[in-house]
């Protein structure tokens, strides 16, 4: 069984972990933190980013998922993709095993996908994306790279998002619209018109904040 290290240990990091446990095709080595800090279900902080990048770069131990969550901005996110990723490590997609995948979908490197999620025919997921608990995504449609669809939000048909847009918990977004890249959709929004000027939305329907 190949290992995999997590990176965070806060809430987003549990959620990723208890999904590898309820997998259980890789051997969790630990958790990285800045600081040290009390386990997690049973996973040790192994020490933080430079340590383990030290100590496990260059080695079979190069697997690597991304427990940092996403809400106002991806970068910390990206700036941890790529200090991983020039040491040698690599970030595999990682999918609920109660998530409902359809078997045209394709999901790229990096991505998790977490309990009770549902991707219909013909999706294409990006990388490095969160598609968060309970949320849908339906046929056609196409989401860009570090994306976060937060829990229990709806995609309906044909719908693409952006990258590095933030689509807030229980928002739906309406058939056959886009929303362009860093975008914040906030919480419980209806998106019913296509979105082409990054910024903060709100509302149903939405408006433009700033
Ligand atoms: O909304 C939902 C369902 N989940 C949210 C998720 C998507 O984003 C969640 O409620 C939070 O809003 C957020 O989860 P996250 O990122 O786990 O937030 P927090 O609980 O604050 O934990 C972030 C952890 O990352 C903290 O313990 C930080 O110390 C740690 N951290 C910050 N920068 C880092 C770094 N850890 C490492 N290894 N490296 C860093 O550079």
Redesign the pocket.
Known sequence: MENIIV???????KVVISILKKLGNYNILGF???ESSEPILGINNIG??DFVIEKYSNTSTNNIAL?????KTHE?RKN?VSKYMNAGFIFPTIISPNATINESVNIGNGTIVMDNVAINTCSNIGSYS?I??SSIIEHDCKIGNFV?I??GVTLSGEVVIESNTFIG?GSTVANSVSVSENCIIGAGSLVRKNISQSGLYVGNPVKKYK
């Open positions: 990176i965070g240990g806060g809430g987003h990091a990285t933190e800045i933080n980013d427990g940092i969550g996403q809400i910390l941890l969160i968060n608990t976060h937060a829990p918990a």
